[in-house]
């Protein structure tokens, strides 16, 4: 186990779960990759949740706003990119060709907040560390692993970043006549981006790390999760499932060594 003390400027560092029912998200999860968790009151009396990996955090589940509880919104997972100064980023957004959707919010001494999104969509966490500085293990068993955007204007969104954070990008051309696009941080691939399908919309896919891809995929459906995707027959490293949890939730697992 590599326990992680910091992250690059532009590396995704951290995700978390919005979910209308924390508790049944709590239970799930457990039973998905073994975590624990610390509950923490919310400023309206609800409470969320740390998750840890023996003993390391690894991500929240959060209470949906009131709004997303009206409206009957899914759970969602949301992926977070480390930032030297979340004010700075969101004031670049606009002249990148994106949007500033909210922000820079104070986090208490835990850092700064916002989120932005690039051309044609995508809802991009940004944070800006103060005491924590995001996920305490990266690319292992129950923790994340990579996270990739989906989207409908996928050479911008490459842009967006680049102007954003420097990145490096790589390009691998598909069957289909497209391009799967990594970004990357000092030449490691920290992120891809996808060319979205025909009226599908932009949206982060985020990846967990699991030792063995099938028998998670069977512990998600065991827990009362809904397999999307299903594992290869024969799974090795690299292999992928997708998966749904109960209230919505989609996240994709990624077997690691």
């Known amino acids: ?21 924390v508790a049944a998200a709590k239970d799930f999860y457990n039973g998905l990759f073994g975590w624990t968790y610390q509950d923490f009151p919310t400023p309206d009396g609800r409470s969320y ?61 835990a850092g700064v907040l916002g989120f932005l999104a690039p051309p044609g969509g995508g809802t991009t966490g940004i944070w800006q560390a103060g005491s924590h500085y995001g996920s305490h293990l990266f690319n292992e068993p129950g923790a994340l692993a990579w996270a990739e955007l989906i989207t409908p204007e996928p050479h911008a969104a490459v842009g967006f970043f680049q102007q954003l954070f420097g990145h490096e990008v790589t390009e691998y051309p598909q069957d289909d006549g497209g391009s799967y696009s990594t970004l990357l941080i000092d030449g490691s691939e920290v992120a891809g981006v996808v060319p979205a399908d025909e009226g599908e919309e932009a949206d982060w896919q985020v990846y967990y790390g699991v030792a063995d891809v099938a028998a998670a995929a069977a512990a998600a459906q065991a827990a009362g999760g809904q397999v999307v995707v299903e594992p290869d027959d024969h799974p090795a490293d690299g292999s992928l499932a997708t998966i749904k949890d109960p209230q919505g939730g989609v996240l994709n697992l990624i077997q690691v060594a």
């Open 1 to 21: 186990m590599s326990v992680r003390t910091t992250y690059a400027n532009g590396e995704p560092c951290w995700a978390d779960l919005q979910t209308p029912d």
């Open 49 to 109: 949740a740390q998750a840890f990996v023996r003993g390391q955090l690894v991500a929240t589940i959060a209470p949906q706003s009131p709004l997303q509880l009206q409206a009957g919104t899914s759970a969602k997972w949301n992926v977070y990119f480390s930032a030297g100064d979340t004010g700075d980023l969101l004031a670049e957004a606009g002249y990148a060709g994106g949007t500033a959707q909210f922000g820079p919010e104070q986090v208490g001494d």
